[in-house]
């Protein structure tokens, strides 16, 4: 070790025995014990378990996902199929946690519901561990839930069979009409007003594997890039160009792409495995089904990659569906790329206009690596390489808690925090929890403003790097121990 690199690691010590003095909890400790290990790379956790939960429109599916979340994330209205947008969220249960799929997007069409509704539950049942199937007791079992349930058996996976709507004890007899459906005990909940949801997520845990069998993240084997955008941006072209040969189907008409297609590919001496996924349109058109699909099967993709490289249409302004996608691979935590295509049909006036596009709506994303790229003509496709290179580097990036904390220290006396109400928060200790994105953590005396946070981040990159990843920072307030 270094001279430099054992005062550092002193001044951590230091920082982190000042701790005792502070309420601290249990996670608190154990998040201390990880970082006395500096060789440990977080890198993949073992994939959430899935929670799938489906049903015709207006059961209330999303009334539950905001009671099992214990917060309003998913839209509720009295119309059948609002949910057609973001569709999976975080949540805990017991000290487990999961990942929960609000499922929807189908249009309220009669003449097409049945086959809608079969589609959309295949969909969501396939990329899932467990089922939730709500039904609405009130209204008893449909034509409808007798042609998802044919579909539910066929897959094997665990049912649990919800009667919602059932508000008191009085309506609880409604639900026994639902053992006909044949999935076993109905479990009678109000998902508006909490009633049984407690019970029926323990029985929901109990069928939910510990680690994914869907979302099963892969450890070694080559690097595994997404290719997003809008549909007609080029990525099954650039996917075919990098392959050398016809691998995905492209065609003029936006949307040809439906599935992700995954390919082994060398490039710059090196083998990845892509994924052509289908092009994300914007939320209008997601009324019709497949796209509804399409972007959720965009959004498991993600989850199954490390980089995603977003696709741009040079010779289109930059749109708001653009924009779109860009969060939803920020939103993932994977490490990013961008690239240009069709660089070739560009203009001197279109370039112009570009440039401003880029420099006012991806601001955000200024991190990235950018390349400009003809996916037809193949034209430096070899750069992409090291952008990948750079912004997976980037993604797995550590800090040794030495370093970090020195550099904490010293940024925050040259650039003092603001005092808000005649107090000043001070940063206690920073410890890196995880990569893969970098996420850092700072034990402070008080809440840090956001644009002190950002502030934060900037420096960080200055100083580290951190080209092609994004960075999270996240704080925990705690007090002096009273004497």
Avoid: C
């Amino acid at each position: 070790m270094h001279e430099e690199d054992f005062d550092e690691q002193a001044r951590a010590d230091v920082l982190r025995g000042s701790l005792s003095d502070y309420d601290l909890d249990e996670e608190d400790l154990a998040l201390l014990e990880i970082e006395l290990d500096e060789s440990v790379t977080a890198g993949y956790l073992p994939a959430l378990p899935v929670l799938a939960i489906v049903g015709r429109p207006n059961v209330g599916k999303s009334a539950l996902v905001n009671r099992i979340l214990g917060r309003r994330e998913a839209v509720v209205e009295d119309v059948p199929g609002v949910t057609r947008d973001r569709v999976s969220y975080k949540a805990e249960w017991n000290g487990r946690k999961f990942t929960l799929v609000d499922t929807g997007g189908w249009e309220p069409n009669p003449k097409g519901i049945d086959a809608a509704v079969a589609a959309q539950a295949e969909v969501a049942v396939e990329l899932s561990d467990a089922v939730l199937f709500v039904v609405d007791a009130m209204v008893g079992p449909t034509a409808s839930d007798e042609r998802v349930v044919k579909m539910l058996r066929a897959s094997g996976k665990p049912i649990i069979l919800v009667a919602n709507k059932i508000d008191d004890a009085r309506q609880e007899p409604e639900a026994a009409a639902l053992w006909s459906l044949g999935l076993g005990e109905p479990y009678p909940v109000s998902a508006v007003h909490g009633r049984g949801v407690a019970d029926m997520l323990d029985v929901a845990m109990s069928k939910l594997p510990t680690v994914s069998a869907v979302a099963e993240q892969e450890f070694g084997g080559p690097r595994r890039v997404a290719l997003i955008g809008r549909p007609n941006v080029g990525k099954s072209s650039l996917l075919n160009k990098a392959a050398g040969s016809i691998r995905a189907v492209v065609s003029e008409i936006a949307g040809t792409t439906r599935d992700p297609v995954d390919e082994q590919i060398e490039l710059g001496g090196k083998i990845w495995r892509f994924v052509d996924t289908a092009g994300i349109r914007r939320r209008i058109k997601l009324a019709q089904g497949a796209d509804f699909y399409a972007s959720l099967r965009t959004a498991a993709a993600l989850e199954r990659t490390e980089v995603a490289v977003i696709l741009f249409d040079v010779t289109e302004p930059i749109s708001e569906g653009d924009i779109r996608i860009v969060d939803l691979a920020l939103e993932s935590g994977r490490a990013l790329v961008l690239a240009f295509n069709k660089w070739d049909q560009l203009d001197e006036e279109r370039r112009k206009y570009l440039e401003r596009e880029i420099e006012q709506d991806l601001a955000h994303v200024a991190w990235a690596p950018r390349v400009n790229i003809s996916a037809l003509t193949g034209r430096h496709l070899e750069k992409l390489v090291p952008s990948l290179e750079v912004a997976l580097h980037s993604w797995d990036l550590r800090i040794p808690t030495g370093k970090l904390n020195t550099f904490i220290q010293e940024l925050a006396m040259e650039f003092p925090h603001p005092v808000r109400g005649g107090k000043q928060p001070r940063i206690l200790f920073a410890t890196q929890a995880s990569t893969r994105p970098p996420k850092f953590i700072l034990f402070t005396t008080g809440f840090l403003d956001p644009q002190y946070r950002r502030f934060i981040v900037r420096r960080l990159r200055e100083s580290f790097g951190f080209e092609g990843s994004p960075i999270e920072i996240s704080m925990r307030v705690r007090e002096k121990r009273k004497r």
